[in-house]
């Protein structure tokens, strides 16, 4: 039968928390999914780990090349067959009700394309990160990182592939936020239950996303996506935001795609801190 719900989870060389992982998937109260485990060529274990696995919900890839993030998150979109695609890291773990309380949302939720939840980091780092439930504050947020908590997001299949929506390789590290962008821009609704379901680890020797590389990538999507909304300004304007940010107000005014009370609000806010 057809699963409500395809989990995927990427697989790269994460052998040492992989059974934590899946153990935490197949642990969860909602049981209808597959979970589609994306071995990317891990040179480690993982294999192994995974072949130790009995259960029925468990649909296998092992790519013959190690094909990146983005590309191998592309498969697991193709072969799944939910209603809704949740994504799992291989290295963290879903706190046991997480997959209901998305379900659940989406359910009552017919006019939302997308749900995060919130997550605590564990590990070398420790803290909670909650983002915006508001879809117009969401909207919003996209103006300044990513709105979305990826490895913690649920979204419908049917909406992504009816805007051809899939990741793009050559915008990683930021291909989520590269993402939520461009559905944003296509007209999706995202939103973000401001409830930790997720625990999301931070290892030692895991990027903390402060390299030169990764911000220029970050800039890179923040730039395009203020172009597309805002077709009329000029690439200064575009390259000065947010230290400059009347012309972003001035432009909204024209084409009204964020609410321009809670944009101005939020630009005041940025130009506070």
């Known amino acids: 039968m057809t699963p409500i719900v395809s989990i995927l989870m990427p697989v790269y060389k994460t052998a040492q928390f992989l059974q934590e992982a899946v153990d935490s998937i197949l642990a969860q109260t909602f049981k209808d999914f597959e979970l589609i ?55 963290d773990i879903s706190m046991p009700n997480r997959l209901q309380v998305q379900v659940d949302y989406l359910e009552s ?7 995060s939840c919130g997550m605590r980091l564990f590990g070398a780092k420790k803290e ?30 049917d ?26 821009v296509s007209g999706l609704t995202l939103v973000n239950i401001p409830e930790v379901l997720y625990l999301y680890r931070i290892r030692p020797d895991q990027a903390t996303g402060n390299t030169a590389a990764t911000q220029a990538k970050v800039q890179e999507v923040r730039q395009a996506y203020l172009k597309t909304i805002y077709p009329s300004l000029s690439d200064k304007q575009v390259e000065a935001f947010p230290d400059k940010v009347m012309p972003v107000l001035f432009a909204n005014l024209r084409f009204r795609f964020l609410k321009t009370p809670l944009l101005a609000k939020r630009l005041i806010q940025y130009k506070r801190r």
């Open 128 to 157: 909670v990160w909650i983002r915006e439930s508001d879809p117009e504050k969401v909207k919003i947020t996209a103006l300044f990182f990513s709105p979305i908590l990826h490895a913690s997001s649920v979204w419908r299949k």
């Open 37 to 91: 485990v994306l071995n990317d060529c891990s040179p480690d274990n993982s294999e192994e780990i995974l072949n130790g696995f009995d259960d029925p919900r468990i649909v296998r890839y092992r790519g013959a090349v190690n094909r990146g993030l983005s590309n191998v998150l592309n498969v697991g979109m193709d072969m799944a067959r939910g209603k809704y695609i949740a994504r799992m890291d291989s290295d």
């Open 109 to 115: 939720h017919p006019d939302v394309d997308l749900c």
């Open 159 to 184: 909406s992504f592939d009816r805007k051809e929506l899939r990741f793009r390789q050559e915008m990683v590290p930021a291909e989520d936020y590269d993402m939520w962008c461009r559905a944003l």
